[in-house]
Structure formats: structure tokens, C-alpha cells
């Protein structure tokens, strides 16, 4: 059976320190594919870029790597408020494989308080990213996880959007294509 994981987010924009850890993730778990899926509708935290403009900047950043895919799932499912377990059951009927759904160690300390959490264990196998500096917390469902090191990696959507603000380099921190498309399109100014 294909081993597929979900690397989520707002995306807002897509950073290498994404790429990096997506790469990390798919060599340690042997994942057939890392689909990165796009946020429509965040259920906790609103967007900047429009989705169509993060959506082009994902499948920007990941074109070329055999192993990553962008996904508009989210947009064709259209749900008021895209809950990950409502989102991954629509996914689950559209493709038969084994899932990882991949999250930081800052999203594993606040999963008591998701939808139906207990759900999303059951439907996907978690790969939380132990990050150095945030200290896990116990929960139910730390017998069922898959916890990974997390590299350090100090780069954040935030920084970047701050960065676009100041007139500062984005080199490094996104990928070429990425910045083009940031510059040709006036985000985050």
C-alpha cells in the first residue's frame, strides 16, 4: 500500500524551511508522496495571500521534486471551517493508501483541543516534528505517535512577510520561483 503524508498549512508564504522538513519526513518514513495541503478556510488562524496566489506559490516551490505534490483539495471541498479529520475523511475515500499526517510539536501540545482528534489519530498515522526548544506535552495519544527530530530551522512565513515589508532579500529563505512570483504580484507589501 502507498505510503502518502500530509504536511498541511496556511503556507502564507511557502518557505524552505517547509521544503527541508517535508524532505526530512519523506526520507525517515520512506513516504511514496508528501502532498502539501493547502488551507482554504483555516479553522484558527486567518490568511494574508489570497489561496490562489499560496496555492500557485506551493506548486512553485515543489515542481521538480518527484516526491512532493500541491493540493487544492481543500478549495474543492469548499466546508465553511476545513477541520483536518473532515478533511482527511474526503481524502481517504479518493485514495487508498496509508497516511501520515504531519504536524510540530507547537500543533501536537494543542490537539486535545481540535475536532475530533480522536478521529484523526484512527485515520492517519501523526508524525509529530519534536522541535528543539518546545517542550512536548503529555497527551492520550503519545502511544500512537510518530515523533520525529525536527532540525532547527529559523525561518517563518512571518519573517518573510515582515522581510517583503522592509524591502529586505528573500534569497534562501523561498525558493527562486517563489520570490518571483511574490515580487510579480505584489504580496505582502
Known amino acids: 500500500m502507498k505510503k502518502i503524508g500530509i504536511f498541511g498549512g496556511r503556507f502564507d508564504p511557502v518557505h524552505m524551511g517547509h521544503l527541508i522538513l517535508a524532505q526530512d519526513v519523506q526520507e525517515a518514513l520512506k513516504l511514496d508522496k508528501v502532498i502539501f495541503l493547502v488551507s482554504y478556510h483555516p479553522p484558527h488562524r486567518n490568511t494574508v495571500a489570497p489561496f490562489e496566489a499560496r496555492y500557485k506559490m506551493v506548486k512553485l516551490a515543489v515542481q521538480g521534486n518527484p516526491y512532493f505534490e500541491a493540493s487544492d483539495f481543500e478549495k474543492k471541498l469548499n466546508l465553511p471551517k476545513a477541520y483536518t479529520v473532515e478533511v482527511l475523511k474526503k481524502l481517504k475515500e479518493l485514495e487508498k493508501a496509508e ?17 475530533h482528534p480522536e478521529e ?5 498515522n501523526l508524525v509529530v516534528l519534536k522541535r528543539p526548544g518546545i517542550p512536548l506535552q503529555t497527551s492520550r495519544f503519545s502511544q500512537e505517535v510518530i515523533f520525529l527530530d525536527e532540525r532547527l530551522i529559523e525561518i517563518s512565513s512571518t519573517e518573510i512577510r ?6 529586505l532579500s528573500l534569497r534562501y529563505l523561498v525558493p527562486e520561483a517563489v520570490e518571483r512570483y511574490i515580487k510579480e504580484h ?3 507589501v
Not at 484523526?120 to 492517519?124: E, P, W
Request: proline residues 0%.
Open 120 to 124: 484523526l489519530v484512527q485515520m492517519a
Open 99 to 115: 497516511f501520515y499526517f504531519i504536524m510540530g510539536a507547537d500543533q501536537f501540545n494543542s490537539l486535545e483541543s481540535w475536532y
Open 162 to 167: 515582515e522581510r517583503i515589508k522592509k524591502e
Open 186 to 188: 505584489n504580496l505582502y
